[in-house]
């Protein structure tokens, strides 16, 4: 039923990855130093044109005795494509392009439009903006707050909109260079979830 | 001797004033009508007895789509929702979406409250301890997904995920895209709207009043900003449009063909009482016909007016032949009755033979046509013939026309010359014909919409914007009151979700999901555990699964009261977005109850309708129906089309039926139908060579074509035959030998030049049948008036 945009010219799409990060390498240390701020990162995070990476993820659920683990595949193509595919516990996706968000779960396939589900939609752009290094996408939803060092950062979101911070108590994202790593969610109830990403190198 | 002609005349007089006087009383009771239902069929099979009632009533037809363009992105969504918030206070609406989520808390507390009755998951295996256990898990599963936050809040009281199953159903379609804060087109260079009228499509002056409204609406509200634009299409508004069009262009064209033809008789006969008198045949003819319509059928179509506006053209005829063609004074005009009468008569009788066909049709419209333009005729001969006379003065003249009729009388001379030029042209006209035979008819029924190719587009745009897919096929089914249309609706629901599974359909509507039928809803009750019994299962279905019965409490005390709640009824709908779809898809009429539920194809893919044909049949259901609203109405109209293909080779057959019997020489028959067919070959042809495809309506015009140029052929015929005894010593003295006189020559011309006139103009109107009606007429005419000339007998041979 699905396709992945990116497959037919993915070796492409890789290229392009080793591109860029070989341009990075060549880039010199002292340039991030120096000026290390969320300007210099969502930079940097913007160069990556398309991405390939493994996660898994665990969410801490008050009512649940214990928490629930899932993992799977993420794609991302700049700037507005990017698909969780769940590999388990069960086979399910979650296609995000543009403002419309699909999730095929079994025989189920459900269509979204984000503007209907603002809550939802400010979650999942904390990802798509922090990935696309789209500053003013986040700052729509968010206060940014960034730590560290180029070596190991984190960037903290808080909800702005009332509705939002009902749910949302504040975001993490952690990462290494210009490569995201975890994104930490806690919820205003306590709940919180925490997701480990893993660039792989091909599909 | 005068003393009886005098009487006689003042009797034929009275009468006459008396039939005026009756005609004018029924018509002005008369409802005159513009829908195009005058085009539906008569007797219609239940398909299109569907198709017609979706037609008139369906929800599509309520539906008007609204676009707001020019200004910037913001000013159109303020602008909208301004809109918006006026009309939703007009009861004339029932729904005016924009976007805004007016309604989202209602619908979501009307689905979550009724969860129980609503869901088709709930069964009694979904709540044994095996169903409990699955579902559950099910739930916790959805937990760990991307999906999972908006279900978090509700698992404590909807563990088996009945709401996201409800959820499911509704959220099937994909509406337009919000730019700021209201809906907007894909390329967001207009703001959308999309709104129900209470009324249906059919009540025109409804739609009329509800499109003031929303222009009204726009109007208060944009007052500050001229650049904004609003645009409306949707079936209602085309409806409105196209009564507009119509009616303008019927009192326009009538007003231009009466100046027209009036200043043409003005130039010929110059005096002022001919022209008036000239016209009392054509009046007498025009409310006879209306009178005829309305008698025979409810009412008149405003089509039907406007061919009458042509037909003046035709009736006028008539007195045209009475004062050209006799001298000056009575004895003369006596003499016109005994010498031309015969001729006019029989060409009336073949018009009427030629437009009888025309009013066996099953297409309302077309008999409608056929009915006004025997009345027409007939009434028009009439009174020229028996009151005309009768009326004119003592010292009646007009002005001498000799010069014009011998200048033609020599041109007819030498028309056989022509002979092998038209026979060339015939040849090229048959091969254009047999070289565009596959193309030359269109059998859409579209074609005969009087909506402007503007209005189409724009149609289309706004469509696609608001993301509506064209409803191509509805299972219908049909019953005797609201329950039983509901309970089948839930067996053909079954059956369709089975498609839906395998993929062979994207999805489907039906009413029985909002509103399911009170059996559906007592066995849903009847499949809840009592709180004891729910406690149980509970305790042994989340056995295994990382959660504590405990938690489900509220779940419990939910299912409690859904056991006794009460079953939900069609008002308990009301003010949610859920009745907006009931009202569209249940229909009541009188004690006739039917359901439709539209089929949505899968993506990039058609729908198989005979998979789906195949397993309703199965089901053995009677009254359900698998409409293709497609076919059903393109198939509708091309059986039209063949019918009157077909009634008018019937009336052709009939014309030389009468004409054989009259003249009982075949030799004849083919000597004043030749000159006929050839026009009718050439107009056709030089239609097909400038693209122009035929409608039923071209056919009318042919029908015409024959009626009108019969005058001429038999006027030719009659001159070349030897005069009657009786006649022959008052024949006109410029009369030579036993060809066409000059001065009716001149009459022929005039009156084709009149009929041209009238039907000349339809072919500049934008509505497609007049259009279609002028420009085979017209042409057609004068090369009736020619071929005859060409064709007739020649003195010498």
Known sequence: MMTLPCSPVFSL??????????????????????????????????????????????????????????????????????????????????????????????????????????????????????????????????????????????????????????????????????????????????????????????? | MKQIPVRRGRAAISLWLMFILVCGIIISRTQFTTDLSAFLPRSPTPEQQLLLEQIRDGLASRLILVGIEGADAPTRAELSRQIARRLRADPAFVSVNNGEPVNAERDRAFLFGNRYLLSPAVTPARFSVDGLHAALSDSIDLLASPAGLPVKSLLPRDPTGEMMQLLDQINSGTPPKMVDGAWASRDGARALMLMQTRAS??????????????????????????????????????????????????????????????????????????????????????????????????????????????????????????????????????????????????????????????????????????????????????????VLPHLLPANFRIHDVSAIGLVLFRLVQRAAALRWVVAILLLAACVILAGNRTSLWNDKISSLSPVSQADVTLDESLRADMGLPDVRYLVVVS??????????????STILQTQVDQGELAGF???????????????????????????????????????????????????????????????????????????????????????????????????????????LNDTGMPDVLLVDMKAESDRLYSGYLHEAILLSSGGLVAIIGLLLLVFRSPGRVVRIIAPLAAAVITVTAGLAVFGQQLIILHLVGMLLVVAVGSNYALFFDQAGRPLHPGVAKTADTRTIGHTISPRTLASMLFASLTTVAGFGLLSFSNVSILQAMGVTVAPGVILALIYSAIFARQPNA
């Open chain 1, 13 to 203: 799409c890789v290229l392009w990855d080793m591109l860029v990060a070989l341009a990075l390498m060549l880039t010199p240390v002292i340039g991030y130093a120096a000026e290390w701020d969320i300007d210099q990162l969502m930079h940097g995070l913007a160069q990556t044109r398309s991405d390939h990476a493994s996660f898994t993820e665990k969410k801490y659920i008050a009512m649940l005795e214990e928490p629930v683990e899932s993992s799977g595949e993420l794609f991302y193509t700049a700037p507005d494509y990017l698909e969780q595919r769940t590999l388990k516990p069960k086979p399910e996706s979650m296609i995000l392009d543009h403002e419309t968000l699909v999730f095929e779960r079994g025989r189920q396939k459900h269509n979204l439009q984000l503007q209907d589900y603002p809550e939802l939609a400010a979650y999942i752009d904390s990802i798509r903006g922090t990935l696309a290094g789209d500053r003013k996408a986040l700052e729509r939803s968010y206060q940014l707050n960034l730590e560290g060092t180029i070596e190991h950062w984190t960037l903290q979101l808080l909800p702005v909109d009332k509705k939002m911070q009902a749910v949302v108590k504040h975001i993490r994202i952690a990462g290494v260079g210009y490569t995201v790593r975890s994104i930490e969610i806690t919820q205003t109830d306590g709940d919180s979830s925490l997701m480990l990403i893993e660039r792989m190198a091909a599909p």
């Open chain 2, 201 to 386: 499509g059919a009540d025109i002056d409804a739609q009329q009043r509800a499109m003031a409204a929303i222009r009204q609406a726009f109007d208060t509200v944009s007052g500050a900003t001229p650049a904004a634009r609003l645009v409306m299409t949707g079936p209602g508004v085309f409806s409105v449009n196209s009564r507009e069009t119509i009616k303008s262009q019927v009192s326009r064209l009538a007003i231009i063909s009466v100046v027209l033809i009036a200043t043409l008789l003005l130039l010929i006969y110059r005096s002022f009482t001919a022209l008036v008198l000239g016209f009392l045949p054509v009046i007498s003819g025009a409310l006879a016909a209306i009178t005829a319509v309305s008698l025979g059928f409810g009412a008149v179509h405003g089509i039907t007016l406007g061919f009458g506006t042509a037909l003046i053209g035709e009736a006028v005829d008539y007195s045209i032949y009475l004062f050209v063609q006799s001298e000056q004074g009575d004895s003369d005009q006596q003499n016109w009755i005994k010498r031309f009468w015969p001729t006019i008569r029989l060409g009336v009788l073949t018009s009427i033979f030629g437009f009888a066909s025309l009013l066996l049709s099953g297409f309302p419209g077309l008999a409608q046509l056929g009915l006004y333009s025997i009345a027409g005729l007939v009434a028009a001969a009439t009174v020229t013939r028996f």
């Open chain 2, 479 to 492: 019953g005797a009151s609201r329950e039983a249309v509901l309970r089948s609706s839930e067996q053909v």
């Open chain 2, 509 to 615: 509507e039906s009413p029985s999901r909002y509103l399911p039928s009170t059996a559906m809803q007592r066995a849903r009750q009847a499949s809840l555990p009592s709180p004891a019994v729910l406690e149980t299962r509970l305790a042994q279905a989340v056995q295994g699964l990382p959660v504590r019965a405990q938690l489900f409490t509220p779940f419990i005390a939910d299912i409690a009261a859904a056991r006794s709640q009460p079953l939900l009824q069609g008002v308990d709908l009301e003010q949610t977005s859920m009745a907006m779809a009931v009202d569209a898809l249940l229909i009541q009429q009188d004690h006739h109850w039917s359901a439709s539920l539209p089929l949505a194809a899968p993506k990039n893919a058609s729908i198989n309708i005979n998979r789906i044909r195949v397993a």
